[in-house]
């Protein structure tokens, strides 16, 4: 499928862009690939892209005390950026790290606040794209803090089962917030149900 058409389509369940508006918009867009390893932001590193995943995987995380802390997952078709430090303007406490080779869409900041101001469907965008956000969060820390990891674990291999099974033992238990021997048990039991 078309890249644009993709990003597009993603938007238009936020709202329908008029094609006047979605030719200007799309025009100062980016199109780049990252390998794997390598960063889409890093901590103490200040954001200024939101980035439309067409194909690959990053993670979300932090460190502390020298241990590394995921937070988050995203895949093909999701949206992501290391969001405070995109609306703070201060430096990202997480990193985006790129886990699975990339091809991605960039939207630069100052692109999409122009694009905000200008048009009234850029702006529905923008603000449904936060409370998603924040929606997205919410679930994040309700799910830690009532399910078991191996909802947790069936959840996330919901979303993707083929990069799910790619993603490091040591990044995939810090997610689940339990030790890589307990991930290792419940790779098993799910492996047989």
Known sequence: MDPLLQLRQALAHFSAIPDGEWAEFSEKLLFPNYK????????????????FLLKGATRNYFSKDGKEFTVD?????DMLTAYYSFLTRRPSPVALEVIEDVEA?????????AFY???RAGERIGRLIAEMQYVRRLDREMELLSDTAE???????????????????????????????????IRKQYGRN
Not at 105 to 113: A, D, G, K, Q
Not at 154 to 168: D, E, G, H, W, Y
Request: some cysteine; aromatic content about 10%; charged content about 25%.
């Open 36 to 51: 794997k390893g390598e960063f889409l932001c890093r901590e103490g590193q200040t954001e200024n892209f939101i980035f």
């Open 73 to 77: 997952f995203h895949f093909e078709g």
């Open 105 to 113: 869409i960039l939207i630069p900041r100052e692109h999409l606040l």
């Open 117 to 119: 101001e200008q048009n």
């Open 151 to 185: 909802e947790r674990y069936a959840r996330l291999i919901k979303r993707n089962p083929q990069l799910v099974q790619s993603i490091s033992v040591k990044h995939l238990s810090s997610y689940l917030g339990i030790q890589p021997e307990s991930l290792s048990r």
